[in-house]
């Protein structure tokens, strides 16, 4: 098993036969064949999605959808009343090459925790009791696709969830416009990208950038599964869609060593991420734009011992040392963000938050 590992790191990419793949322009870009050549993702990865509920109905999330939990005082939502925590939970986990529609990350498991109401609105305090009940229910990734008038609340929480061995995304909002944040420890904010790896910023709207910035992921035509919609899926704009990418790479790196604490799976994706923009860390990319062939790759390169331990296990002993991947750029702590802009509806394509 131990030898085995080492292969894992050389896998060839593997691409999947869900027939409208070929239409996620980002798959290519964020590396998801070369990532799916380690994993297609572990259902014993939870990925926990605070939004408006998930329709367990949806084809592309059949079998691994939990049941839904909600805070004290919040009504359990089944996902049908508003939409967007079904979109935002298959960005990170529509099946992988179960040959429906696209693909998400992985397949993981996702726990629908309600903090909204049916308009889509949340508190800071609700938003913070639901980060706290998915990480005592042992969800590894948390993903907030939702904006707060205040992080103070979630902050607080997502260290509670650190605690538990759990990493808190968020999305960083869709104003097209810089803000000036102060700092939280705990919260991973996700900004957005488009075509050509630029700030996601059209006719579609624009990402919200700023010293709270992280990491980036696509934000622009980002496929997201509905089964009330014509083909079952559709194209959606906005952060909403950016935090649950980056969510799924954690979730995918855990799939691939679960024995990562989530300092290792941060420090993974910080480190192999694509410099875009100014050199080094930026306010509109953070560390850069997620690469998530090249933290699965990082995740499995964690599983080869050095050659001294692999003289030992030839010699018959069973020891097994975690190897970190080569230091790249410089890690730093994580940012906030300010409100988020409202989420337009429509019938024709997800909406973004």
């Known amino acids: 098993m131990v030898l085995a590992a080492s292969a894992a790191v050389r896998a060839d990419p593997f691409t999947p036969y869900d027939p409208d793949f070929a239409s996620q322009w980002y798959g290519p870009v964020l590396?998801?064949?070369q990532a799916w050549g380690y994993s297609l993702g572990s259902a014993g990865i939870t990925v926990a999605v605070l939004d408006t509920g998930v329709m367990l109905g949806t084809p592309d999330l059949v079998g691994r959808v939990l049941p839904a939990v909600a805070p004290e005082g919040v009504p359990v939502m089944d996902g049908t009343a508003n939409h967007h925590g079904t979109w935002?939970?298959?960005v990170a986990a529509m099946g992988?090459?179960?040959?429906?529609?696209?693909?998400?990350?992985?397949?993981?498991?996702?726990?629908?925790?309600?903090?909204?109401?049916?308009?889509?609105?949340?508190?800071?305090?609700?938003?913070?009791?639901?980060?706290?009940?998915?990480?005592?229910?042992?969800a590894r990734v948390i993903n907030v696709s939702l904006g707060a008038l205040t992080y103070g609340p979630l902050d607080d929480a997502a260290a509670y969830a650190r605690t538990k061995g759990a990493l808190v995304f968020v999305a960083a909002g869709?104003?097209?416009?810089?803000?000036?944040?102060?700092?939280?420890?705990?919260?991973?904010?996700?900004?957005?990208?488009?075509?050509?790896?630029?700030?996601?910023s059209n006719e579609s709207g624009g990402s919200t950038y700023g010293p709270f910035v992280d990491i980036?992921?696509?934000?622009?035509d980002v496929m997201a599964a509905d089964p009330t919609l014509a083909?079952?899926?559709?194209?959606?704009?906005?952060?909403?869609?950016?935090?649950?990418?980056?969510a799924g790479a954690a979730a995918l790196a855990w799939s691939i060593n679960p024995n990562l604490t989530a300092d290792e799976v941060l420090d993974l994706l910080y480190r192999t991420a694509v410099d875009l923009g100014a050199y080094g860390v930026d306010e509109e990319y953070g560390h850069g734009r997620v690469d998530i062939g090249a933290v699965a790759a990082a995740a499995a390169y964690t599983l080869v011992p050095e050659p001294a331990t692999l003289a030992l296990v030839a010699s018959g002993f069973a020891v097994v040392l975690l190897v970190r991947?080569?230091?790249?750029?410089?890690?730093?702590?994580?940012?906030?963000q300010a409100p988020l802009g409202r989420r337009q509806a429509s019938h024709k394509v997800p909406a973004s938050i």
Not at 216 to 220: K, R, V
Not at 233 to 244: N, V
Request: proline share 6%; hydrophobic share 40%; glycine share 14%.
């Open 96 to 138: 992988v090459n179960d040959g429906l529609h696209g693909a998400g990350v992985g397949n993981f498991s996702i726990l629908p925790v309600t903090v909204t109401n049916g308009a889509g609105n949340a508190s800071p305090d609700d938003i913070a009791a639901g980060i706290r009940l998915a990480a005592e229910a042992g």
């Open 216 to 220: 980036a992921a696509p934000a622009d």
């Open 231 to 246: 083909k079952g899926y559709g194209f959606g704009h906005g952060t909403s869609y950016a935090a649950p990418l980056v």
């Open 31 to 33: 590396g998801l064949p």
């Open 88 to 90: 935002v939970a298959s």
């Open 325 to 336: 991947p080569r230091r790249g750029r410089t890690v730093r702590r994580y940012r906030s």
């Open 174 to 200: 869709n104003s097209d416009k810089r803000k000036d944040m102060i700092d939280y420890a705990n919260l991973v904010f996700v900004s957005g990208t488009m075509r050509g790896d630029v700030r996601w």
